[in-house]
């Protein structure tokens, strides 16, 4: 399968999962993107159209090296705490067409660690 056939496939898979996963003001959307580098999350409120709280591999200050189960476990932590900071309790995930496994399930387990409830 090559990569452009698989990257569509996501796409498609994606699109399927957020027909029925909608963040709200109340209960905004914590969605994921890895890529071969970096770990990307995000808490999003669909109804207004903003990101509320943001974390990556990318950033220079959480000082993670590769894009692996334990950098997407720290990224999963600063994310929850920093949406705990702008009170934020209650999220719904949106692993973004991929897999609940590896690192977007090591993501998803460090922010419940970290106090947020999907």
Known sequence: MSQVERDGARHHRHRRVR???VGSGLRPRL???RSLRHVYAQVVDDGSGRTLVAASTAERTLNTKG???ASA???GKVVGERALAAGIKQ???DRGGYLYHG???ALADAARAAGLEF
């Open 31 to 33: 969605c994921v993107y």
């Open 91 to 93: 999220v719904v995930f």
């Open 19 to 21: 027909s029925r996963v």
């Open 103 to 105: 690192r977007v399930q």
């Open 67 to 69: 894009a692996n189960r």
């Open 73 to 75: 476990a720290v990224v």
